[in-house]
């Protein structure tokens, strides 16, 4: 640089490199930072800049449908909207809110306590504001998508039980997976706020039912608007479940139970498929495809009748007189019952000092095996738990499958209760006594069963002794193993099973304590039971439903080459050969229908018995 | 005085080529996020105003810089009058009463209050004969660049009236500005700085809050700067092509076509692209420097000094916000931001660096 020649009256040179320095400080910092944003973090922004423009919106699987044996559909699902918030979307939350509270009348403390809950949720994520909205509340979020792009409407598939309350506690229902099934892992697959099945077969066939959702990546814009579809993958449905039921003996066992408590099953004995299963009273799943008010909860839960319970597998209850069919079992079996085996009833019996009676207050005169279980004398098998013992007597009760779970495909089922002296040493901390084999011996005292355990007890008396594990589950599409339901040979000679059968069918057939079972044309077997809750004394001045006594009937048809067996209990619904019998009678008569052939009628004659 | 051939050898076509450029890169960013959108007439409207600053940029280059400050006190006037008729009657854009409406056209007359400050302080400063400044010049100087300044603030617009501290600063420094002033000046600075806090209004300090800590509120303060830096960021190397910025054409970056230009263009250009106009304002900076250097008198220089300080200051402030170095202040980058009083007042300051260069030859 060479001086000017007026050097005076120019600018210093001096302070002119210095900000000529500054200049150069200024672009410097500049530059560094570009290099720091575009190249070193230049990667993590291009990622964010991706979650900016993409919106996710899960495409949830619709769930596999439910059919009965024959393809009937139980359970199926139906399209539907919820109304979303994307709150990241928000522009101003007082707007949004008013939105939500004057057109789709979302009430103002609902959507607080909504936004209270989900405020550790990421912004992202949206907020169910409201389930399975109607028709006007989808026009209106339609209508207004360009000014409130924050509100949208999420498909998604829903829960349909067709028949309601029809076969509920074995259908089961569906929720949000909870916390402590995500701590335990009850379900690996799923994932916070997936479907799953709570109960029934929906839980037990969770993986099964369950499809793999979808998704589709939608381009928005700064608001969240949509302005494209970048990517879609399909929902895949999940698979579907044929169970062992029949849609029509299901009604027909339904419809027996309306308006009482109880439970009501029918099974194929020769396999253990469970024909029809219910427990009464029911409910409808269908309110647990919404999110269920509290109200609803409280009135389900809190219901004295317990409509949650599934009865026929979920709750024991004395068995009564249906235990006689064990007791025979066990006393053929050990030798105790000969072929001229007989007992004088008189009405009552003193056994170890104690007084016990027989129904028939009269007295049935002398009775043999055929004739004990036909008209259910207490006095024969008195006498015949004393001569076999508790020990025998819970032995043989355990192989036909009391007092253990019978390995049904639901969940939560009972084992009920098969008393012995070791148990009671152990549960009571006392001794066995005498007497209470007596008890014992007419299915009272401290025995239990589910209604599904005695009736495949039954059944594997009615079959030869093959015990059978009952199931629901006839085929599952996409199962990863065939199911295998394993049968239990017992070793019971044929004469045994033939006396029992024999006996079990004059009970409906000759005007035994189950006649009321009986179906002109059908060989018919059963046995009733009648448990007292209360003692007689007491029961004399107690009045009222509550005290009434229990119902049971046990039975199967036909007599020979049984195809089913069926159970009916009713909680007090007095004598069992009253309440129960016709209960079952009907689940025979839809059974058999048309097949009642002309031809079984000249078979109306008892069966020779083998002496 | 006319143009001879002497003079138009002396046209520095290079530097008349680069602010082309800029304005060409402004353009192309407006395009690339305006068409095909609501804001599509901004394209159209910006030819225009490019076009016609290159006109008043060839007008202002054609007389000798002298011309102005001969008559530098009526224009001095006229533009603080200008100034109080805009505080009358105004109009309001976001919440700034700065804007005039002339005809058609809305125009903001801080703007070119800027240049008449420049051209005012250049004259007073250049007629003193010592190498330094006394206490009394410097605050007359400060009172030539503070009335306007006070009048812009009074409109609200404190980004602008911000313009004005750096025009000052820099002049004051050239003219010979003595080191004990400046350190009085400092020491006051540091005093008043509290009291300034207290005096910005709540979205004010929250801008400036936000610059340490985007995150903290991504919604409203912070939102702004982090969009602009995923768009640049996002970039990466060499851009996402023309129209492809996710950020600037979805309308995730605020004031694309305005205040967050360079983060478009960034984000379309990436590192090159950005670093390239980086670049290009550094050579138009150089090109000042140059011309101040070589300037033929103190006015000459100072002027050019004046406009560079204005045109540093714009660009630092512009990028250091885009890139969240800055709080967010509406200045816009020079020739590039789309609109049009910014872009004539930009090339009538540069149109009269080029007159002083034109005629630095002393004859």
Sequence with gaps: ?611 | MNINERLLVSFDWLWFLALLSLSAIGLLAIWSTTEGTNLNSYFGRQLAYVCFAVVVFLVVVYFDYHVYCDFINIIYATSLALLGLVLLIGRSIHSNKSWIKMGGFVFQPSEVVKIVAILALAKYYSEIERDHLELGELLTGGLIVGVPMGLVMLQGDLGTAMTFVPIYAAMSFLAGLKRKHVLITAAALLVASPVGWLMLKDHQKGRIQTVFNPESDPKNLGYQTIQSEIAIGSGQFLGKGFKRGSQGQLGFLPARHTDFVFAVWSEERGFVGSVGLLALLLFVALRMLRTARDAKDRLGGMIVVGVLALFIFHVTINVGMVIGLLPIAGIPLPFVSAGGSSLLACYIAMGLCMSVRMRRYVN
């Design chain 1, 1 to 611: 640089v060479t001086l000017q020649p007026e050097a005076n009256r120019q600018l210093g040179q001096q302070r002119l490199k210095w900000l000529c320095a500054f200049i150069a400080v200024v672009f410097a910092i500049l530059s560094v930072r570009l290099w720091q944003l575009q190249i070193v973090e230049g990667a993590e922004f291009a990622v964010r800049a991706e979650q900016n423009r993409v919106r996710a919106i899960p495409l949830v699987a619709p769930r596999g449908t439910i059919t009965d044996r024959h393809g009937a559909p139980l359970v199926e699902n139906r399209g539907s909207f919820n109304v979303l918030l994307y709150r990241e979307y928000v522009q101003d939350m007082a707007e949004t809110s008013r939105f939500l509270v004057e057109r789709l009348g979302v009430s103002p403390e609902d959507l607080q306590d909504l936004l209270r809950r989900n405020r550790s949720a990421g912004l992202y994520q949206p907020i169910v504001i409201k389930q399975d909205v109607g028709i006007e509340d989808i026009s209106i979020v339609e209508v207004h998508k360009r000014d409130h792009p924050e509100i949208q409407l999420g498909p998604v598939p829903r829960r349909a039980y067709r028949y309601g309350g029809l076969a509920a506690h074995v259908l089961g229902y569906v929720g949000e997976i909870s916390e402590q099934e995500i701590a335990r892992g009850t379900f690996p697959e799923a994932r916070a706020g997936d479907l799953v099945g709570k109960f029934g077969v929906e839980r037990v066939y969770n993986a099964v039912l369950t499809g793999k959702d979808g998704g589709r990546q939608m381009l928005v814009d700064s608001r969240g608007r949509e302005m494209g579809l970048l990517a879609e993958e399909e929902a895949v449905v999940g698979g579907e479940l044929r169970l062992t039921l029949d849609l029509e003996l299901q009604k027909t066992a339904e419809a027996q139970l309306a308006g009482k408590v109880g439970a009501l099953a029918a099974l194929d004995p020769r396999t253990g498929e469970i024909l029809a299963m219910v427990s009464a009273p029911t409910f409808d799943p269908n309110r647990f495809s919404t999110r269920i008010s509290a109200a609803d909860w409280e009135s389900l839960a809190g219901d004295p009748n317990k409509p949650l319970q599934n009865r026929a597998i979920q709750n024991s209850y004395s068995p009564g007189s249906i235990f006689k069919v064990v007791m025979a079992e066990a006393g053929l079996e050990d030798g105790m019952i000969g072929s001229d085996t007989h007992v004088y009833c008189n009405g009552a019996g003193v056994f170890y000092n104690h007084t016990f009676r027989c129904a028939q207050h009269k007295g049935h005169g002398y009775v043999d095996l055929r004739t004990a279980i036909a008209r259910s004398c207490n006095i024969f098998f008195y006498d015949l738990g004393r001569r076999l013992g508790i020990e025998r007597i819970a032995a043989h009760a355990q192989s036909l499958g009391l007092g253990r779970r019978t390995g049904v495909d639901l969940p939560n089922e009972r084992a009920g209760l098969m008393p012995s002296p070791e148990w009671k040493q152990r549960a009571r901390g006392d001794r066995w006594y005498p007497g209470e084999t007596i008890s014992v011996s007419i299915g009272q005292g401290a025995v239990s069963v589910t209604p599904l355990q005695i009736l495949r007890a039954v059944g594997a008396i009615a079959v030869g002794g093959k015990l059978t594990t009952p199931h629901l589950l006839l085929r599952a599409e996409n199962a990863r193993s065939a199911p295998s339901w394993p049968v239990a040979n017992l070793k019971v000679n044929a004469s045994s099973t033939h006396r029992i059968r024999d006996g079990m069918w004059g009970g409906v057939n000759e005007w035994g304590t189950g006649h009321n079972a009986q179906i002109p044309g059908l060989d018919i077997c059963g046995k009733t039971g009648t448990v007292q809750v209360m003692s007689a004394e007491r029961r004399r001045i107690a009045r009222g439903a509550e005290f009434e006594d229990h119902s049971w009937f046990v039975g199967f048809a036909p007599r020979d080459n049984p195809e089913i067996a069926v159970v009916a209990f009713v909680e007090h619904g007095g004598k069992g050969g009253v309440a129960a019998a016709p209960m079952a009678r009907e689940v025979f008569r839809t059974h058999f229908g048309d097949r009642r052939a002309p031809a079984m009628l000249s078979q109306l004659t008892p069966p020779a018995t083998p002496r």
